[in-house]
């Protein structure tokens, strides 16, 4: 498709589960970032990738939490044993290598845990 | 359709002036605004944020302005300084979801 794409848009789980969201990026875009958006917060930054390799994980709140990309396109954000803190709009963008780029957001996954 | 729009793909200000960021929404309901600015090669940051129950909120030389009647927000800078210079993105807070905007790029000139 034309724009970034995630899946599902809307999860809703309970606490202690695992969760898996998916981010599809626009094609031929080299970067893609992770942020989640907590309610009344700004963007928090969770994770960079360039490619397949992930130089920036200093966002990742815990180690319950872990993201890989694959063949320089699909990624996949985890969560394990979620947590009621862990509600919010996981967002993810992607951007071409370089500058002068613009950067790109998918609308989001929105996560409740009950 | 969009539902966030700011119109202006790129906005020059000269240093000392004043920078005017305009966004527009399309749904009444929307209830609560951000902006943020973005760096080349960078993540968007928070800027300053408004909800609907207000039409007016300060942090520094940041101001917004909500107009819900026109469903128009904008964001005020001033005086504008270099550091200013970056892409703006208006986005909705709506229902856990966020909409944003296509962004505005500043460039303060000296």
């Known amino acids: 498709g034309a724009g970034v794409s995630q899946s599902p848009s809307n999860k809703v789980t309970e606490k202690g589960k695992d969760v898996e969201l998916r981010c599809d990026p626009i094609?031929?875009?080299?970067?893609l970032y992770w942020y989640r958006q907590s309610l009344g917060q700004g963007l928090e930054f969770l994770i960079y990738?360039?490619?397949?390799?992930?130089?920036?994980k200093s966002g990742l709140p815990s180690d319950r939490f872990s993201a890989e990309r694959t063949g320089g396109s699909v990624s996949t954000l985890t969560i394990q044993r979620t947590q009621q803190e862990d509600s919010a709009v996981y967002l993810c963008a992607s951007s071409l290598q370089g500058p002068n780029y613009g950067y790109t957001f998918g609308s989001g996954t929105r996560l409740t845990v009950v | 359709d969009q539902q966030v729009k700011q119109n202006s793909p790129s906005l020059s200000v000269q240093e000392g002036r004043i920078s005017i960021l305009n966004c527009d929404y399309t749904n009444s309901m929307f209830d609560y605004f951000l902006w943020y600015k973005k760096y080349p090669a960078e993540g968007p940051t928070f800027l300053i944020s408004i909800s609907s129950i207000k039409d007016k909120n300060e942090d520094g030389r940041f101001t917004v302005f909500l107009n819900k009647s026109a469903k128009h927000l904008s964001l005020h800078i001033v005086p504008s300084q270099p550091g200013d210079s970056a892409v703006y993105f208006c986005?909705?807070?709506?229902?856990?979801?966020?909409?944003w905007g296509a962004g505005t790029k500043l460039i303060i000139k000296p």
């Open positions: 094609s031929g875009h080299t970067a």
């Open positions: 990738f360039q490619g397949n390799s992930a130089p920036d």
């Open positions: 986005a909705v807070y709506s229902n856990y979801q966020l909409i």
